[in-house]
């Protein structure tokens, strides 16, 4: 067999980042060269016995028994840590807590990808600072979501041919709690398979006692304070609920639609003296106030200052004014102004002191103002309307439009602006102290790009309408005096029985009274949920005493004004303090081409599939890889490479069980155990790869440590993946097979056996946080394991490395590389064994040469054929 030689200078091997420069005429073109560093090549070797020490209790499967990690054992896991009580805070700890409440789902919901990117988020955070010693409360919840709520049981009465006012208000009620007892837990249940390591025992629900009477509480203090008032304003009024919805509860898009040119004429001129407006919405031309064009708007400007007819209403007349508003190249540069039906034109009637004239009923039908349209339906009294313009000359065209159409998020039917006598909180003085929050640094905003939008967003804020006409939440604390003017005259009180006690001190024993038939909107007592699930207004409760004011909030960037910031602000109302002292922002999970999610495209991924098929884990460590604040795009390449990572952690596991001494060797156990490498002499005496790999691994630790703490948990996902696979698995461990199944010596072994443990143990402790199943498993199967890694302690930072040896492991693996392309290159067969010759310094030589054998095994040389020379052979 001739002799295949290798020569590498010196200055190769100064840097792993070399070009590969070797002499090709010393390698001859034999057989194509694949690499492979499976453990097959040690098959002639005799396997030790796993040393395993997994509980009996039939929780946990040892890699010894599984050929890789079994994803139904996930729920087992889960139960026992629940039964163990892990999720508890733990007071014994001298630390301060670390507190978040959850995002409160609403109880009507499944499971999206929306909540598993926040339940994995924030079970990172709570797992990571329950091993570093926290008092550690993840404060669960649902919300009673009154409009979904109410939909979801107004169409199961529907199915049995019941309509809601034909129960009554009581009887209804009673059916809603009837259906949230029994459908209520399933979104708290799918929450639970992701893996949330919540305190169950102190869920809560919107409706609760507790928080129902903080809703009371907070209504009544604002009140007193003035902030709370009644009046009639311009809202996002649903026909079919019959109810004002939130902005958040209406979404916009894009639909084709038409735009309607109609003739104004104006009062008084010839037949061709008349305006013509471009309208969206011709049945809104009732409650026209007014016509304006631009000031500099020559083609109108003889027409300022008189009076145009508005059509079909009988001659109705109406100012022609000017003003900066009209946007003069848009369609005909003529704006009919419909204050009672537009909220752009609401706003410019108040400034310009116009009436506000309704022509809507509650329905979305028109009511008297509308003359012959009177009860037709808004979409019918529009192709009515157009067909009577037409017949009347008054129609000029209609043309293609696109429109911006606001929708219900909950049933999909076109949102009408309405104005509607409802419940207002002032907002302004509310929000000047929350803007302060962030200026003094008593709130921090991440990604603190966000800080301009909440800023933005309080600075221009608006008065909030928080009553709702429904049945199912909190009712409004308010009631009415029969036979008194209801605006006028009403008592606020925290019960009925007080309202009657108030009314007839002040109205005599004869009063009678009724409650405000309204609710409050969800948000309202959305807006307390990170002190009314603590015990407030009962400051002197103990879970408010110890973990009000939380530490974190952690949600979707999309309700960061709709929730977040009226958090902020009723805590600081309430309590005096900002009710968390972070908050993290994540963005939306899209598909793998970057579109939003959505049933209409049918690109929806479902988290429960997702579980099934790749992992609890493998779902997770893929969502937690983004960047807070932007969008994800989650696809199936990214699921199975990330399983693949579950994969290769329970190989890796089952190899270092595999070479662990046996149970019963007692003296190899405390040898192992008496290893020190939080010291530098006991690190600097290690061999090269494994100085190297401790190294690597403790300044792993300190990156880590500091990425959790910022919260850039995807740079914490990568370091750790990088170093697991990148140095851990494809250098150590198949280095360490060098000692432990060719060296011969025991004690040499023994250190390959306890470094294998050491790194992978706090390997497993690093990444739990992320992927808390497969390493819990993992770790149960590893010996003398006194403790679940759920609550061991995390690795101690600032431990000893040696950047040097480091350095030098650096270049033995350039080398390995040049050897393994060299062979590839020159298509040497892969299990042929080939000598070498190294060339380099004194100094390079008596260190490589000291790692032959682990250089032979990583490029499959001739261990008896290796030399090394100062020089190049002749």
């Known amino acids: 067999m001739s002799l295949h030689q290798i020569a590498v200078s010196h200055s190769f091997l100064l840097s792993s980042r070399s070009a590969y420069t070797l002499n090709p005429l010393l390698f001859s073109k034999r057989n194509r060269f694949r690499i492979s560093l499976s453990h097959s090549r040690f098959t002639s070797i005799k396997h030790r016995s796993f040393a395993v020490a997994v509980s009996d209790n039939g929780i946990f499967t040892s890699p010894e028994l599984a050929k890789s990690f079994d994803f139904t054992s996930e729920e087992r896991i889960y139960n026992w840590w629940l039964s163990q009580g892990y999720f508890r805070p733990k007071f014994d700890w001298e630390s301060d807590p670390f507190v978040i409440s959850m995002p409160p789902p609403n109880v009507t919901g499944s499971l999206h990808m929306g909540h598993a990117m926040f339940v994995t988020l924030e079970d990172i955070m709570v797992r990571y600072h329950r091993m570093r010693g926290r008092p550690t409360l993840w404060l669960p919840g649902t919300d009673h979501a009154g409009i979904a709520t109410q939909l979801v049981v107004e169409r199961m ?24 007892e029994k459908y209520g837990g399933t979104i708290t249940n799918q929450i639970k ?21 903080a809703v009371i509480e907070a209504f009544i203090r604002l009140h007193e304070k003035g902030l709370i008032y009644q009046g009639s304003y311009m809202v996002n009024w649903s026909p079919k609920l019959q109810t004002a919805v939130s902005d958040l509860e209406v979404e916009y898009s894009e639909e084709p639609g038409t735009l309607y040119y109609i003739k104004y004429r104006v009062a008084g001129g010839s037949r061709s003296d008349f305006l013509t407006i471009a309208t969206t919405r011709p049945e809104t031309l009732f409650g026209d106030v007014a016509i304006a064009v631009h000031p500099q708007d020559e083609r109108y400007s003889k027409y300022v200052g008189k009076m145009a007819i508005v059509p079909m209403t009988y001659g109705r007349h109406v100012p022609i004014i000017s003003d900066k508003y009209v946007d003069k190249d848009f369609g005909t540069g003529v704006l009919k102004i419909s204050p009672g039906h537009d909220h752009n034109d609401y706003v410019l009637a108040r400034r310009l002191g116009l009436p506000i004239l309704n022509v809507m009923n509650k329905d979305g039908t028109l009511n008297e103002v509308a003359g012959l349209y009177c009860g037709l339906d808004r979409f019918e009294a529009r192709k009515k309307l157009w067909s009577d313009l037409e017949e009347t000359d008054l129609a000029v065209k209609m043309e293609p439009h696109s429109l911006r159409v606001p929708r219900s998020q909950r049933g999909g039917e076109v949102i009408e602006p309405l104005v509607s006598k409802q419940w207002f909180v002032t907002m302004q003085p509310l929000a000047e102290k929350a803007l302060l929050a962030v200026e003094k640094g008593e709130l921090t905003i991440i990604p603190e790009r966000f800080e301009k939008i909440y800023n933005h967003w309080l600075t221009n804020i608006k008065d909030w309408c928080i009553s709702r006409q429904l049945w199912w939440g909190h009712r409004i604390p308010v009631w009415y005096i029969v036979g008194k003017d209801c605006e006028e005259e009403y008592i606020v009180a925290r019960s009925a029985e007080e309202a009657l006690m108030k009314a007839r001190d002040k109205y005599g024993k004869e009063v009678e009274v009724y409650q405000d038939p309204d609710v409050l909107d969800t948000w309202f007592s959305s807006a307390l949920w990170p002190f009314s699930t603590l015990g407030w207004p009962d400051e002197l409760a103990e879970d408010f005493k110890r973990f009000y004011p939380t530490t974190m909030l952690e949600t979707g960037h999309d309700i960061l004004f709709f929730w977040v910031a009226r958090m902020v602000m009723m805590g600081i109302e309430f309590t005096g303090t900002v009710p968390f002292s972070y908050v993290y922002l994540h963005g939306l999970i899209r598909d793998s081409q970057g579109r939003k999610m959505s049933k209409t495209l049918g690109n929806v991924i479902d988290p429960l599939d997702t579980i099934k098929e790749f992992g609890t884990d493998a779902l997770r460590f893929t969502l937690a890889l983004g960047t807070s604040g932007q969008d994800l795009n989650l696809s199936t390449e990214r699921l199975t490479a990330n399983k693949a990572f579950t994969n290769k952690l329970w190989n890796a596991g089952k190899f270092v069980l595999q070479v662990l001494p046996n149970r019963d060797n007692v003296s190899g156990w405390q040898n192992i155990e008496a290893c020190k490498f939080n010291t530098e002499g006991y690190l600097l005496r290690l061999p090269l790869p494994e100085c190297w790999v401790v190294s690597k691994l403790h300044m792993l630790i300190d990156a880590v440590t500091e990425s959790y703490n910022k919260f850039f948990f995807g740079d914490v996902g990568r370091e750790i993946y990088d170093f697991f696979w990148g140095d851990f698995a494809d250098w150590y461990i198949e280095a360490s097979k060098a000692r432990i199944y060719h060296s011969g010596d025991d004690s040499v072994a023994l250190v390959a056996q306890t470094v294998l443990l050491y790194v992978f143990e706090n390997i497993l402790k690093l990444l739990h946080p992320f992927m808390p199943f497969v390493t819990e498993e993992l770790w149960q199967a590893l010996p003398n394991r006194r403790e679940a890694l759920i609550i061991s302690s995390w690795p101690q930072t600032a431990l000893p490395r040696s950047t040097d ?14 050897i393994r392309n060299a062979r590839a290159e020159y298509s040497v067969e892969p299990a042929k064994r080939i000598t070498a010759s190294i060339v380099g310094s004194e100094e390079v030589i008596q260190y490589i040469s000291e790692e032959k054998e682990v250089l032979a095994l990583l490029s499959k040389l001739d261990l008896g054929n290796i030399h090394f020379a100062d020089s190049p052979p002749g």
């Open 193 to 213: 398979r992701l893996g949330a390591s919540c305190d169950w025992t102190r869920e809560c629900f919107t409706l609760d006692e507790q928080l129902s009477r």
């Open 805 to 818: 040896l480091v350095k030098r492991f650096e270049n033995l693996q350039a080398l390995t590389r040049a």
């Open 157 to 180: 009465l529907a199915s049995e041919g019941i309509k809601r006012v034909e129960l009554g208000r009581d009887e209804f009620e009673k059916r809603v709690w009837e259906w949230k």
